[in-house]
T-cell receptor
Framework: ETGVTQSPTHLIKTRGQQVTLRCSSQSGHNTVSWYQQALGQGPQFIFQYYREEENGRGNFPPRFSGLQFPNYSSELNVNALELDDSALYLC??????????????FGAGSRLTVL | EDQVTQSPEALRLQEGESSSLNCSYTVSGLRGLFWYRQDPGKGPEFLFTLYSAGEEKEKERLKATLTKKESFLHITAPKPEDSATYLCAVQKSSASKIIFGSGTRLSIRP
């Protein structure tokens, strides 16, 4: 059973640029959630995808967008990067969103630095 | 507003010194409360799910309990390898998103 894999592990961008982060979900999971974790803080919910549709969104601006593909992998896109976007971006997969309390399986994250 | 508050922010213990971490939450209609462990540079790792007040779960030196307004993670006779950040999270019955607290950084000295 493969876990959640994320790429890239680290990247550096400048203000105004765009970034795409990728995530492969755990085998058997059809739901993917994205979180932003600033240094010393807990993960903040960005959005969730279930069967290729957005299924809930946190308090993030529209320049944060995502996709889920038929194989349940997912992308997070961030446009017009700002300095405050520097953080660890975590992808988590889970079983069917309607199957009760959703235990999340996290990847190791993508560390984004915006200069 | 739905909120999860963890205390203390940081805790330093001597090896073998038992203690408890607190997670208080305000959410209407709890679907589940979760505890995760996060090591530096890694994603959170699932520990427990609790569903209703009075429920308890144990794993090695860790025991999680739940009341209507808070949860405790009890650590008995901890070892240095228990050093990590412990995160509490809740999920409402009517929502998909899971809300995390800011965590407790636990350090166990040999």
């Amino acid at each position: 059973e493969t876990g959640v894999t994320q790429s890239p592990t680290h990247l550096i961008k400048t203000r105004g640029q765009q970034v795409t982060l990728r995530c492969s979900s755990q085998s058997g999971h059809n739901t993917v959630s994205w979180y932003q974790q600033a240094l010393g803080q807990g993960p903040q919910f960005i959005f969730q995808y279930y069967r290729e549709e957005e299924n809930g969104r946190g308090n993030f601006p529209p320049r944060f967008s995502g996709l889920q593909f038929p194989n349940y992998s997912s992308e997070l896109n961030v446009n017009a990067l700002e300095l405050d976007d520097s953080a660890l971006y975590l992808c988590a997969s889970s079983l069917d969103v309607n199957s009760g309390a959703n235990v999340l399986t996290f990847g190791a994250g993508s560390r984004l630095t915006v200069l | 507003e739905d909120q999860v508050t963890q205390s203390p922010e940081a805790l330093r213990l001597q090896e073998g010194e038992s203690s408890s971490l607190n997670c208080s939450y305000t959410v209407s209609g709890l679907r589940g409360l979760f505890w995760y462990r996060q090591d530096p540079g890694k994603g959170p790792e699932f520990l427990f799910t609790l569903y209703s007040a009075g429920e308890e779960k144990e794993k090695e030196r860790l025991k999680a309990t739940l009341t209507k307004k808070e949860s405790f993670l009890h650590i008995t006779a901890p070892k240095p390898e228990d050093s990590a950040t412990y995160l509490c999270a809740v999920q409402k019955s009517s929502a998909s998103k899971i809300i995390f607290g800011s965590g407790t950084r636990l350090s166990i000295r040999p």
